[in-house]
């Protein structure tokens, strides 16, 4: 049984009584084992699985618990446990009571910007914020704050940007609008629409789940907060570690670990404290550090390896990239096996660096926490353009994949759309291939206060392409934008050509390999390529131009080879969706940024540029970051080391003349003497 395997503080927290228990879990201290344990102890209990609620920070935690809950209770009983992320939970029950598409950010974007560019600013000083910023601090605003309305919370956040209010409000509004009218979901909807649901679910009965269980508490929103207020469980148990909080940038508020026997009076507070992940020395470099700052729980580690320990190594470089160049030699003959070597960085640049210098070496990498996979621009327009034979209503997936179009752009891309829907009589496939007889444009309104200054246009003659266009799209209404440019024109012939030859596919494999082989397609790969071949004085390097398209092919093999376990292209689009941003590409050295880091353990680990400026990152904790929230990443990078850590540094970067000092941190850890006591 689980609970035979705990030791007496881990059995202690697991078998606690009914109610709100709160377990602080630092780094290695087996919390994984505690929550499985608990688990068992509630179905020991007479709980029945169905009652249970587990939520986790990744799916791939909870998928791992479950099954390991499955080989001592059978995969049956284990299964019946809802479990996941907050979002995957909720998306789960949003499917089976509600329509809604699931839509990623990125796709989203496409669209908020489509409405974004209707609008016109007048006043420049300050500059209104661009499309993408707004997006991301609307999201921001939903997760954190609370019941603040958006007027207070940008009053607080940049009182300057007041003035746009209006402008912005009427933004988010017609986004939403279509959002509704389209049944797309983004993450925030999710959690939104969950907690409105539990809300109501539980002012007419009682909280379905005897016991909720919370994993990486310390990382919860006020909106993820919510939903557990929602649901209004009679036990709760939640499991984390104050000094690991690391997600402030998506709304994660470190009072809600803080306070919890202040939100549950009679909550019980248990402290797991033995460490079985790292070595006494790289334990007690990270407590020198993370001691600094304020302890909310009172805790003391015990290291429960006692075998003879390397002691942690400061690495240092003149110069940045022979930094980078060293660390790739070291690992080039280091005893270690590459999958278990971790190169763990604060900023994005760095991974590139080292990425490249691992290259030069022959030395095999895969990284995650940069840009993902699935965020790359040729994966994102594959899995569109699959979208959009999966449901020809699928707006979002067609302004992206005609945006591509030369002169185009993501408002003209959102106009076509419309078109072919009024063709198509709200089919789009049916609107681009048999068009009746409707005008496919209609005039735009004006909202003078919500920035939108659309004027009537005069439609163009279709036919005046046709000398350029293959026989089945000549003289199509949707020509008639007046816009609409020879180029664009041709590229919409293209995507006329694919969507008509590709039409009766229905497999995903064969529709990635039909989509990735037509001109359409690489016409786009083309550009792609050519854009990433730019030398810094506008010429095309053809060498990188080709390895480009190389890695261009490789990730497009990559997805195919994933879309051979689903035959149903719905089934294959929603786990991409869902799983996308747990999954890395490639396979050896592993290269992470420290929030890609979290939960896992390397033998040996390199956290790099420990340098003044770049970590703790002073240009973040500007823009409303805290130096106890960078003390808290590198307490996260270093506990992912169980055998070796070394730590490493440059004097310089010389390509653009900058100088370094070192790291706060590497003064705090003890590996460099501050110069008053070198003196000494």
């Avoid at 603040?148 to 986004?175: C, N, R, T, V, W």
């Avoid at 899995?383 to 209503?393: A, E, G, H, R, V």
Wanted: overall charge neutral; hydrophobic content about 35%; charged content about 25%.
């Amino acid at each position: 049984m689980p609970l035979s395997n705990l030791n007496p503080e881990q059995k202690q927290a697991a078998t606690a009584p009914l109610g709100h228990n709160l377990i602080i879990a630092s780094a290695g201290t087996g919390k994984t084992s505690t929550i499985v344990g608990r688990i068992a102890y509630l179905l020991s209990q007479g709980i029945q699985p169905s009652q249970i609620l587990l939520l986790t920070f990744t799916n791939k935690a909870s998928n791992e618990m479950i099954e390991r809950v499955g080989k001592f209770f059978g995969k049956e009983v284990a299964e019946k446990i809802e479990a996941g992320t907050f979002h995957s939970v909720a998306y789960r029950y949003l499917k089976e009571h509600f329509s809604v598409l699931l839509k990623q950010p990125r796709e989203l974007k496409i669209l908020f910007k489509s409405i974004y560019e209707r609008r016109t600013f007048l006043e420049k000083d300050p500059a209104p914020y661009s499309s993408q910023y707004l997006y991301d601090f609307y999201s921001l605003f939903l997760n954190s704050s609370r019941s603040e309305s958006l007027e207070k919370y940008l009053e607080k956040k940049a009182p300057a940007q007041l003035k746009f209010l209006p402008i912005y409000e009427g933004i988010f509004e017609e986004f939403n609008t279509l959002k509704r009218e389209y049944h797309y979901v983004d993450y925030n909807d999710l959690l939104l629409l969950y907690q409105e649901a539990m809300e109501k679910l539980t002012r007419d009965s009682s909280c379905p789940y005897a016991e909720i269980l919370c994993d990486e508490y310390q990382d919860t929103n006020p909106l993820q907060e919510s939903i557990l207020h929602a649901l209004r469980p009679q036990s709760l148990f939640c499991v984390g570690d104050y000094d690991q909080s690391i997600y402030a940038f998506n709304g994660a508020d470190i009072s809600i670990i803080a306070n919890f026997t202040q939100t549950y009076p009679h909550a019980q507070v248990f402290t797991l404290v033995k460490n079985y992940r790292s070595t006494s020395a790289i334990l007690d470099l990270a407590n020198r550090v993370i001691s600094k700052n304020e302890r909310i729980y009172p805790k003391s580690l015990e290291v429960f390896k006692l075998n003879e320990a390397q002691e942690p190594k400061l690495l240092e470089y003149n110069e940045l990239f022979e930094q980078y160049l060293g660390i790739a030699q070291k690992i080039s003959i280091s005893r270690c096996r590459h999958e278990d070597i971790a190169i763990i960085f604060r900023n994005n640049s760095s991974a590139d660096g080292i990425e490249a210098s691992l290259r030069e070496l022959g030395i095999s990498s895969k990284r995650k926490g940069g840009n993902s996979f699935f965020d790359s621009k040729e994966i994102a327009l594959l899995l569109d353009l699959l979208s959009c034979f999966f449901n020809p209503k699928d707006m979002m997936a067609y302004i992206h994949a005609l945006s591509y179009g030369r002169g185009i752009g993501n408002s003209i891309a959102k106009d076509i759309y419309e078109g072919l829907a009024t063709l198509g009589d709200g089919n789009i496939l049916q609107g681009l291939l048999f068009p009746n007889d409707k005008s496919p444009y209609t005039p735009k309104a004006k909202q003078t206060q919500a920035g939108l200054f659309d004027d009537l246009f005069m439609l163009e003659n279709r036919a005046r392409f046709d000398h350029t266009l293959s026989d089945g799209f000549r003289s199509h209404p949707i020509l008639e934008h007046p816009k609409l440019n020879a180029d664009g024109a041709r590229f919409l012939n293209e995507f006329y050509t694919l969507i008509e030859k590709t039409k009766m596919l229905k497999n995903p494999t064969e529709l990635i390999s039909a989509i990735s082989s037509s001109a359409f397609f690489k016409d786009i790969m083309q550009t792609l390529a050519k854009e990433r071949s730019k030398n810094k004085d506008g010429s095309f390097d053809e060498n990188r131009k080709n390895e480009a398209l190389e890695r261009i092919h490789r990730k497009i093999e990559l997805l195919k080879n994933l879309s051979t376990h689903y035959d149903g292209l719905g089934k294959f689009l929603n786990a991409m969706i869902l799983g996308g941003a747990e999954a890395s590409e490639g396979s050896g050295v592993n290269l992470l940024s420290i929030h890609a880091s979290k939960g896992l353990e390397f033998e040996e680990v390199y956290v790099i540029d420990l340098m003044d400026g770049r970590f703790p990152n002073t240009k973040l904790m500007s823009k409303g970051g805290s130096l106890e929230e960078e003390r808290r990443l590198f307490y996260v990078a270093v506990t992912r080391a169980k055998e070796r850590l070394y730590l490493s540094y440059a004097k310089k970067d010389a390509i653009k003349e900058i100088d370094y000092a070192p790291s706060l941190f590497l003064y705090e850890a003890g590996m460099i003497k501050k110069p008053q006591e070198q003196k000494n």
